[in-house]
């Protein structure tokens, strides 16, 4: 009976156990609950929060926080806390895609270049070093410059994106490496199994903790990228994003007087929410990593 009861409880569904081990540490739990508020905030926030950013009313600049204005308002009397809002949409849809596209290409040329080895391998990690020599910033305020057409997110994602990969396939490449050595490769080769399955359901599983972590560490990577180029007014994507609230604080508000002086408030509030939210997803790293490896779970 007591045998049943113990195997019964190590079958628990999945996720239960996913819940179990974010609730289990302060920390995780914490970034779950930031980077969910933060996703709530971009997806319902802003159908119940009203913006019109065509309505000016200078009488009502830079009030204080208030009921009705949780954040103040900017110089053109506008709500602060509803452009966080509406803003949030942009950053985490942008930041995800570049994520998404930076790990796709990482993943496939890493695990690619390590399949193959050999001098095809020599050859495909000679560009991964090349294109990590280039200056990643600079690079993006050309492109961003250069290419008027980045009216989506799509676009402005792939422009994030360029030479981000390079890093994730590197160490990519690394991990099957690795894992090439493996015993359990070696005996699957020995059964005749096929590539497809050795990649597939013998690789890729032990590569997913590192992939998921290497998600979100190019998801912040991004986020940073994207808001400093709204914020230098070089980002051509016109919208309502954290970087241009902040490059439209700093022509309005100047830096003169308190550091948190009201008419500061619409620098603060972008610096905050960004920080807030890579913060939680750094903490939520670890949970992800976690539920991803079996081997880091506490019995």
Known sequence: ???NKSESKNHAPRKFQTLRIIAKSKRSTAGFIITAFFILMATIG???????????????????????????????????????????????????????ITITIGVAYGAFSGLIGGKADMTLMSIVDIVLTIPNFPLLIVLAAVIKQATNPLIMAAILSVTAWAGVARAIRSQVLSLRQRGFIEAATC?????????????????????????IMSMIGAIYAQVGLFTLGLAPYSTVNWGMMLNMAMQHAGFGGAVFAVKHGNILAPVLAITLLDVGLIMLSGA??????????EE
């Not at 309505?55 to 509803?82: C, M, V």
């Not at 992800?288 to 779970?297: A, K, Y």
């Open 288 to 297: 992800v990593e976690e539920i991803f490896n079996p081997r880091l779970r």
């Open 191 to 215: 059964l005749g199994m096929s590539k497809r399955h050795i990649v597939f359901n013998e690789i890729m599983p032990n590569l997913m903790p590192y992939i998921v972590v290497s998600f």
């Open 1 to 3: 009976m007591s045998e």
């Open 46 to 100: 802003v159908e119940i929060t009203p913006l019109d950013l065509s309505k000016f009313n200078l009488a009502e600049s830079y009030l204080p926080p208030s009921w009705e204005h949780p954040l103040g308002t900017d110089y053109f009397g506008r709500d602060i806390w509803a452009m966080i809002i509406h803003g949030s949409r942009d950053v985490l849809l942008v930041g995800s895609l570049a994520a998404l």
